[in-house]
Structures are given as structure tokens and as C-alpha cells.
């Protein structure tokens, strides 16, 4: 079980918002340690989606946006296509376990 | 163009030891802020950080896995070697090695990713 807590799926049809939500303590993200998300297409290898909490990498459409507030991190996808149908993983960094940490995923399913 | 492959064996028995290596291209080890990682995902399960190593040689574990892991680089060759000691069926995973994005602080983010190499623990 992961220290940071992912909603295990997630859905929304096409056009529409959704988030995901990153949730941590005072160990980890609530200590101000910086959030990444990435993207896992099915077969794939990981590709980073948003950087140090709100910054996209170059090529990564507008359309995804992170936030950090507290102990908690979210990832918005607005304008949903059938593209983005994925797994979706959080990273952070944990002062108790001394070590870089991955949350336990969010499978996104476009209806 | 950064570009990053995991080689290794097929298949591992249990108690052996694993030798992965990720070889290169792109970038350098012996630049200042370079640093590549090893991250593992079991078959359907999240992804897990597992060690990292600098341009300057420091190195960082994940401590649940630290008794068991070495990693190592020669960039004379362009490669890191990640080797886990005693290995068990619960080990199964893909195994990813990826570049540490420059200017990423205490959290590092990876900005480039292998393909990934799947190693089975099994008598």
C-alpha cells in the first residue's frame, strides 16, 4: 500500500474534465516536497506529464494541469479524448521512508 | 535525442542474483546534474522507485530494498548496472531505467524512460 493515495479508476466521456487527486501527509507531499505525474499507456513505459507540481514538459498538451495544496496534489485533464485513456501515477518524495515514492496509480477509462 | 534500454536475463530462480544494465545515449554520466534511476513494476501493479545514482557517483536506495541493491555506473560505456541480491517471486517486474530530469531537487522526476524489461523469478 502506497503513502500516497490514488482514487483506483476514474471515467469521463469525450469533451469532458476530470481529476485525479494525489493524497499524502505530513511526511511527504504536506512537507512541501514537489509532486510529478506521469502517464502510462497500455504496454508502455511511463512518460512524465507534469513536473514540480504544475509544470508541463515540452510537448504535453495544455489540456493537463497539476496543482498542489496541502498534503494533497491533483492532475486535471480537461477536453478528454480517447487518447488519454491510461494508467495515471503520482510521485513524491517521503522524509519517513527516506525515499522517492510512487502512488498506487488511477486507471482512466473514457466512456 | 535521449534514448535508454534495460538489458538482462530472461528468466531469474529464486535466490539468485540480478544483473540489469541500462545503456544510453544522449546525454553523459560525467555531466554535472545527470542522474539515472531504477524504477520496477510488478505485472498490474504501480510502479516502485528503486535506486539512483549521480553524475558524481552519490547513490540513493530505496531503503526497503537497500540490504539487496548495488548500483553502479561506467560511462566509458554509457551504462548503469542495477544488481538485487536474493531474489524471490515477489521480484517480478518490469524493470525501468530512466533519466533523471535535469534541475529536479530533492524529488527527482524522470524525463526519459527504457521500454522496460520484464524479469520473471521462478524455479
Known amino acids: 500500500q502506497s503513502v500516497l493515495t490514488q482514487p483506483p479508476s476514474v471515467s469521463g466521456a469525450p469533451g469532458q474534465r476530470v481529476t485525479i487527486s494525489c493524497t499524502g501527509s505530513s511526511s511527504n507531499i504536506g512537507s512541501g516536497y514537489d509532486v510529478h505525474w506521469y502517464q502510462q499507456l497500455p504496454g508502455s513505459a511511463p512518460k512524465l506529464l507534469i513536473y514540480?507540481?504544475?509544470n508541463r514538459p515540452s510537448g504535453v498538451p495544455d489540456r493537463f494541469s497539476g496543482s498542489r495544496s496541502g498534503a494533497s496534489a491533483s492532475l486535471a485533464i480537461t477536453g478528454l479524448q480517447a487518447e488519454d485513456e491510461a494508467d495515471y501515477y503520482c510521485?513524491?518524495?517521503?522524509?519517513?521512508?527516506?525515499?522517492?515514492?510512487f502512488g498506487g496509480g488511477t486507471q482512466l477509462t473514457i466512456l | 535525442q535521449i534514448t535508454l534500454k534495460e538489458s538482462g536475463p530472461t528468466l531469474v530462480k529464486p535466490t539468485q542474483t540480478l544483473t540489469l544494465t541500462c545503456t544510453f545515449s544522449g546525454f553523459s554520466l560525467t555531466t554535472t546534474g545527470v542522474g539515472v534511476g531504477w524504477i520496477r513494476q510488478p505485472p498490474g501493479k504501480a510502479l516502485e522507485w528503486l535506486a539512483l545514482i549521480y553524475w558524481d557517483d552519490d547513490k540513493r536506495y530505496s531503503p526497503s530494498l537497500k540490504s539487496r541493491l548495488t548500483i553502479t555506473m561506467d560511462t566509458s560505456k554509457n551504462q548503469v548496472v542495477l544488481r538485487m541480491t536474493n531474489m524471490d517471486p515477489v521480484d517480478t517486474a518490469t524493470y525501468y531505467c530512466a533519466h533523471r530530469r535535469l534541475g529536479s531537487g530533492v524529488v527527482p522526476s524522470f524525463d526519459y524512460w527504457g521500454q522496460g524489461t520484464l524479469v520473471p523469478v521462478s524455479s
Open positions: 514540480t507540481n504544475t
Open positions: 510521485q513524491s518524495y517521503d522524509s519517513s521512508m527516506r525515499g522517492a515514492v
